[in-house]
C-alpha cells in the first residue's frame, strides 16, 4: 500500500517542468519535496519563509531536510509583525498569514521561473477550519498529498519507507497559533513563546509541547502520552520559575494535554 501511495505521489508530478516547494519544516511537505526532486531532480527547488512567526527550529528543519532530499533551498525573510490585519488576529488571522507568503511565493516563482508551486496539506488537514488553506488554493498553490488522497498516518509512513528523518516529527504550526483569537501577535509575545516551549522540551524531554499565551499566563499542553512527564513537582516548580522570568505572569497546565485548534476561539 505504501508503495502504491508513493508511486501515485511521483506519478502526480508527470508532465510538470518545475516546482516550487513550500517547505515548512514538517513531515508533510517534506515527503512533498522528497517527491518532487526524485521526479523532477533540479527542476525541484524548496523554499521556506522565516517571517517571524516561525520558531528557529522549524526554520532548522527545513535546512536539514533538504540536505537530506539534495534539493535546492531557499530561505527568504520578511516580518508578518508589519501586516496590521494579522497583527489584530482575528478568525482570519491564517488567511492573511498564507495570503502574504502565497505573493512572496509567487515572486520566488516568478524570479526561478518554475511553472508551478506546491505545499504539504494533506486530506485530513481539509477536515479543520483552515483559512489559510483556502488562501493558498486561491493563490494557485496546488497541494500533491491532499490531491492523491494522503492522510497524516500515510505521510508518516511513507516518509519512514524512504529514510526521511522527520518521519515521526510531531505536527507544529506558527507561533501566532498559541495566542487566542482577539489577542494581539506582538514580538514580546512571539519571544516569550518560542523560549518557554524550549525549556519545557528542555526540562521535561517532551517531545509534542505548546505554551498558550493566555493574556500573560503561559498554558502548557504537552502530548496525551506525555503527561505524566509534568507530574514531578520539582521538574514543574523548574518550570515555573523560569516562565516568570521570560515575563509570563502566571503558568498552569492543561490536564487534557495537547490536541490541534484548541485555542480557536476569540477571547476578548
Not at 477550519?129 to 492523491?148: C, F, M
Not at 500515510?154 to 516518509?159: D, G, I, L, S
Not at 516551549?197 to 505548546?210: F, P, Y
Not at 520559575?241 to 495537547?258: A, N, T
Request: include cysteine; aromatic fraction near 6%.
Amino acid at each position: 500500500m505504501k508503495t502504491q501511495q508513493l508511486t501515485k505521489l511521483l506519478n502526480w508530478f508527470d508532465g510538470k517542468n518545475s516546482v516550487l516547494v513550500a517547505l515548512s519544516g514538517g513531515v508533510d511537505s517534506a515527503l512533498v519535496a522528497y517527491s518532487a526532486y526524485a521526479k523532477l531532480g533540479k527542476s525541484a527547488i524548496a523554499v521556506t519563509a522565516d517571517y517571524k512567526t516561525l520558531a528557529q527550529e522549524e526554520l532548522e528543519y527545513a535546512k536539514k531536510i533538504s540536505l537530506e532530499i539534495g534539493i535546492k533551498h531557499i530561505v527568504i525573510e520578511y516580518n508578518e509583525l508589519a501586516n496590521e490585519s494579522f497583527v489584530k488576529n482575528d478568525n482570519n488571522r491564517c488567511f492573511y498569514c498564507r495570503s502574504e507568503l502565497s505573493e512572496h511565493l509567487l515572486q520566488v516563482a516568478k524570479e526561478f521561473e518554475t511553472d508551478m508551486i506546491v505545499d504539504g496539506t494533506n486530506i485530513d488537514d481539509l477536515g479543520d477550519y483552515r483559512p489559510g488553506v483556502l488562501a493558498l488554493h486561491e493563490n494557485g498553490i496546488r497541494s500533491p498529498l491532499a490531491e492523491t488522497k494522503f492522510s497524516k498516518k500515510m505521510v508518516r509512513e511513507t516518509a519512514k519507507s524512504v529514510g526521511l528523518s522527520v518521519y515521526d516529527k510531531p505536527s507544529n504550526s506558527c507561533l501566532a497559533s498559541r495566542i487566542p483569537w482577539g489577542q494581539s501577535v506582538t514580538a514580546e509575545r512571539l519571544a516569550r513563546i518560542e523560549i518557554g516551549e524550549k525549556i519545557v522540551k528542555q526540562l521535561t524531554g517532551a517531545k509534542q509541547v505548546r505554551v498558550r499565551d493566555m493574556d500573560g499566563t503561559a498554558k502548557i499542553e504537552v502530548g496525551i502520552d506525555e503527561l505524566h512527564l509534568l507530574e514531578n513537582n520539582l521538574v514543574l516548580q523548574k518550570i515555573k520559575s523560569q516562565l516568570k522570568l521570560i515575563s509570563f505572569e502566571d503558568v498552569s497546565i492543561d490536564p487534557e494535554g495537547y490536541r490541534p485548534g484548541k485555542i480557536n476561539v476569540i477571547t476578548n
